[in-house]
């Protein structure tokens, strides 16, 4: 079915609801679109307010993404049932019916997208939206070198993370501007990288930064990179983003947290030559021995917290602290997708 096709069909439905009345304030009148993918069919709905919504099938455990609440669309779960069937959807709702023909072309975008992907509608809706809402982006400032390297490694935790669990995007906190790059209930990682060739060396920032979550455990990973040439071995910056984006369950949330921490896809020729070699990884519980400051040990020593802005360097080139082992790190990763579930 092309546009004008589609465009045609759902416009024929909404005409046919709105004629409709509702029964409930807080019902559809709800008419649904010929096919059906793995989660079901789409569906157009009306509501009682006259506002127009496009239903989009998801499984019944998947949430919706977080965020597009108004004041002109609404992004929401909603379950719809009757004496036979239930089913769960991504309800994407026009607030004001004045733009109700962009709402239109919208939802024809949708349903194309969903016709191309039947596999993963919720993905496709999420595909569409980011589309549109890239026509007004403006360009930013590009990442620094130690900006780069910095969310090179945190990429490389979260591609692990990822592996596991599509969802767990959802535990890089580091750009909400949490204390902890990965938290998810007792468990954070929080992660650093340096391209100088010798030592070990870390700069920490603030006192929270290793203090463990209460009653939990705090690791830390550390990664040594050293920038390369295009014909050289490594890992291409956006190379490790597409996977980052093939991995995860919604590119538009990853696409949020990568533009929190200055990254922006329409700056990617940008970033073509840049490309890191792996040279060492190491991982470490920070635990009792642990060089840092904390705001806890400062209490526990009787030392009054009068100051702000702590920046520090810890020196991790000697034998101890020790690195974790291989099978110690893969339980921690476990840890964090169990506790987000």
């Not at 890191?276 to 470490?284: A, C, D, M, N, P």
């Amino acid at each position: 079915m092309n546009e004008e096709a589609l465009r045609k069909l759902i416009e024929d439905r909404w005409t046919a609801l709105e004629a409709e009345q509702t029964t409930g304030e807080r019902r559809l009148r709800v008419s649904q679109l010929p096919g059906a993918g793995e989660s079901g069919a789409l569906a157009v709905a009306v509501d009682h307010s006259g506002h127009r919504h496009v239903l989009v099938p998801i499984h019944a455990h998947r949430k919706v993404r977080p965020g597009l609440d108004g004041p002109v669309l609404r992004l929401v779960r909603r379950a719809l049932e009757d004496e036979e069937t239930y089913q769960a959807y991504a309800d994407l709702v026009c607030l004001r019916n004045d733009l109700s023909d962009l709402f239109t072309e919208l939802c024809v975008d949708v349903l194309g997208a969903v016709n191309e992907l039947p596999g993963n509608p919720t993905r496709a809706l999420y595909r569409v939206l980011d589309r549109w809402k890239a026509l007004f982006q403006t360009e930013g400032t590009l990442l620094g070198p130690d900006q780069l390297a910095g969310l090179f490694g945190e990429l490389l935790v979260l591609n692990r993370l990822l592996q596991e669990d599509p969802s767990a995007h959802r535990l890089w906190r580091g750009p909400e501007g949490h204390c902890h790059d990965f938290a998810a209930g007792a468990t954070a990682v929080e992660v650093k990288t340096t391209t100088a060739s010798a030592g070990r060396r870390a700069r920490i920032h603030g006192l929270d930064q290793l203090a463990a979550p209460e009653g939990g455990t705090l690791c830390l990973s550390w990664f040594r990179l050293r920038r390369t040439a295009g014909n050289e071995a490594g890992i291409a910056f956006l190379d490790l983003i597409e996977q980052t984006l093939r991995l995860c369950d919604d590119e538009g949330a990853v696409l949020d947290l990568l533009g929190a921490v200055g990254y922006r896809s329409s700056d990617s020729d940008r970033y073509q030559d840049v490309r890191f070699l792996i040279s060492e990884e190491r991982w470490y519980e920070v635990g009792p021995g642990f060089p840092g400051l904390t705001g806890r040990a400062l209490v526990a020593a009787g030392v009054p917290i009068s100051v702000l802005d702590v920046e520090y360097t810890i020196d991790l080139s000697g034998e101890a602290p020790a690195p974790l082992p291989s099978d110690e790190v893969s339980q921690l990763i476990e840890s964090l997708i169990q506790e987000s579930a």
